[in-house]
Nanobody
Framework: QVQLVESGGGLVQAGGSLRLSCTASGSRFRIYRMHWYRQAPEKQRELVATLTSGGSLTYADSVKGRFTISRDNAKTTWYLQMNNLKPEDTAVYYC???????????????WGQGTQVTVSS
């Protein structure tokens, strides 16, 4: 079964940068899309960025020009580079993949455990 493990969160001052990582492990799987979501206290979970296996990128308007989603050449680790961070970016960030595994007819959602990002003003 596919597992996603995140790392890279922390505390940073406004204007600073962080890079989140999401590493996939398991046997015989294919990730069609990787998403980064975030959830701030008392707010709904928000889709921040998506990268498809074909290389298509989409971003929420609130992060365009500041955040970049990417992956390594082995396609096992995805990144979210966050620049010019603002206090309103404070949230728990989650990666979520749309995954195919043998024996399944549909893609399944697999979530990471979440990592806290706190931006101080």
């Amino acid at each position: 079964q596919v597992q996603l493990v995140e790392s890279g969160g922390g505390l940073v001052q406004a204007g600073g940068s962080l890079r989140l990582s999401c590493t996939a492990s398991g046997s015989r799987f294919r990730i069609y899309r990787m998403h980064w979501y975030r959830q701030a206290p008392e707010k709904q979970r928000e889709l921040v960025a998506t990268l498809t296996s074909g290389g298509s990128l989409t971003y929420a308007d609130s992060v365009k020009g500041r955040f970049t989603i990417s992956r390594d050449n082995a396609k096992t680790t995805w990144y979210l580079q966050m620049n010019n961070l603002k206090p309103e970016d404070t949230a728990v960030y989650y990666c979520k993949s749309d995954v195919w595994e043998p024996g399944l007819s549909d893609l399944q959602d697999v979530w990471g455990q979440g990592t806290q990002v706190t931006v101080s003003s």
